[in-house]
């Protein structure tokens, strides 16, 4: 049942099942091709100017009015100024193909490109040039924040690819309430601090690869409440790094792999996040992670001092592996490379870690933090009766195998907050060693 229909234009229609991890397929239901064919609607026959000095936002809802039910609109190369924000609501059978780069114009808060209600849908440029730039570091060099540049509302059967997302005002993309949908060949360049989120993600069935992430804050992270999300070939390049939560109440995330996170100068190689609360996440699999000069690396806290702490005894955290870890940490004695530090009135359970060897690039011991914490694995406790206890700490002096392959051109600075940041071209690769699934279209 594995069906891989590959369009003229590249685009993959329900690459069906590309995992067990996915509950059915994923991506638009027609081709980009067979959309243009019906109707191309070119926002420069919709009042459109290649100009970054008009606002465009009104020729591109005009357009989306026109082939909404069935059509491409299309954004030429070119510079396009956005003054005004658009919100394209409804829709079927419908692609946005932007092979020119949109800039920020206007100041409003909210969210510069805002699609809702839509199926059978497609946002990606032909030639992987396209790109959204936020110029969000006029906001952050005056202390503030700006919009937020892509947020898909309710979306169903759909793909976002080969396109990047630069310097937005606050997150990048985030996906609220969507399902079947393929994320792919992206590249997100943000500020170097928090408050600008690369991909957040809640709803289902929903495979997200091949993207890389520069910012300070969440790279791909999966919020409440989501299942069957596939996250793979991912770049932490100087990030935040790669996250679930924050957790608060009602928390109810299951089936969730990620597989293939490479993680440089981040905050973290995964951080499962919450303080207080109820719900669970459970049957989850995070494999083949692997990074270097990260401050922590596994970290599950359920005692999260950046967040405010909910109502409830704690989310419950169970069935979940961690397999195949490799690299190193910046401070391994600082900061404990494995800390599992469950809730009091939750511990978790059925925790499995196997082949961690995560070195220390300072010092010559690393520590593993556990509490509250049953499984399998290197300082969990085991049994079957899951009573809350005090964090225990071990201190391991060597590592065997965490020697790991870095990528090519590592990020050796964050972006600043004060000069604009380049829109840069899409990678080939995304992981060492490792070739997009798909090729990019351009
Ligand atoms: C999404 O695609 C699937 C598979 O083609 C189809 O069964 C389903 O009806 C579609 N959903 C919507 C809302 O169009
Ligand atoms: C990581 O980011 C830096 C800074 O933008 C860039 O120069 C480098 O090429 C990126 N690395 C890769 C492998 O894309």
Same mark, same amino acid.
């Given at each position: 049942m594995k069906i891989n229909i590959v369009s003229a234009l590249g685009a993959i229609v329900f /690459? /069906?099942?590309? #995992? &067990?991890?996915? #509950?059915g397929g994923v991506g638009p239901s027609t081709t980009t091709a067979s959309k243009a064919a019906k109707k191309v609607c070119n926002i420069l026959n919709y009042?459109?100017?290649? #100009? +970054?000095?008009?606002? %465009?936002a009104p020729a591109i809802a005009s357009a989306w009015a026109a082939? +909404? /039910?069935?059509g491409e609109v299309y954004i030429p190369a070119g510079d396009y100024g956005l003054a005004t924000w658009v919100t394209l609501t409804g829709g079927t059978a419908v692609s946005i193909n932007l092979d020119g780069i949109i800039y920020r114009t206007g100041t409003a808060g909210g969210n510069m490109i805002f699609i809702e209600h839509t199926t059978d849908f497609e946002f990606y440029s032909s030639t992987s040039k396209g790109a959204v730039q936020g110029y969000g570091y006029v906001f952050h060099a005056a202390g503030t924040y700006g919009p937020r540049i892509l947020r898909l509302y309710e979306v169903v059967n759909f793909s976002v690819h080969d396109i990047a997302l630069v310097d937005a005002g606050a997150f990048h993309f985030t996906m609220d309430t969507c399902s079947n949908g393929e994320v792919y060949n992206m590249i997100i360049r943000g500020g170097n601090e928090g408050e600008l989120d690369g991909i957040d993600v809640w709803g289902t069935n929903i495979w997200i690869h091949d993207i890389e992430v520069t910012n300070k804050d969440e790279c791909v992270t999966v919020k409440s409440p989501a299942s069957y999300i596939l996250v793979e070939s991912i770049y932490s390049n100087w990030s935040g790094g790669c996250a679930i939560g924050s957790l608060g109440a009602d928390t109810d995330i299951h089936h969730i792999q990620y597989n293939h996170v490479y993680t440089q100068e981040s905050n973290q190689m995964l951080l499962i996040k919450s303080n207080g609360g109820s719900g669970s996440v459970y049957s989850c699999s995070f494999n083949n992670f692997i990074g270097h000069s %990260? &401050?922590?690396?596994?970290d599950i806290d359920g005692y999260w001092s950046s967040e405010t702490t909910a109502a409830g005894n704690g989310v419950l955290f169970y069935d979940i592996t961690f397999d195949n870890w490799h690299g190193t940490c910046s401070n391994g004695a600082t900061r404990a490379p494995l800390q599992l530090l469950c809730p009091s009135g939750a511990p978790c359970y059925g925790i499995t870690i196997e082949n961690f060897d995560i070195w220390t690039e300072a010092g010559s011991e690393v520590l593993y933090k556990c509490e509250n914490a049953y499984g399998s694995g290197p300082c969990l406790s085991t049994g079957t009766s899951h009573t809350a206890y005090a964090i225990t700490t071990h201190t391991v002096t060597s590592v065997a195998s965490y020697t790991i392959t870095k990528m090519a051109a590592d990020f050796t600075a964050g972006f600043g907050l004060t000069t604009s940041i380049p829109i840069p071209a899409i990678p080939t690769s995304f992981y060492p060693g490792l070739a997009p699934s798909s090729a990019l279209l351009g």
């Open positions: /690459s /069906s099942f590309v #995992s &067990a991890q996915l #509950s009042g459109g100017v290649a #100009s +970054k000095t008009t606002d %465009n082939c +909404k /039910s069935g %990260n &401050a922590y690396t596994l």
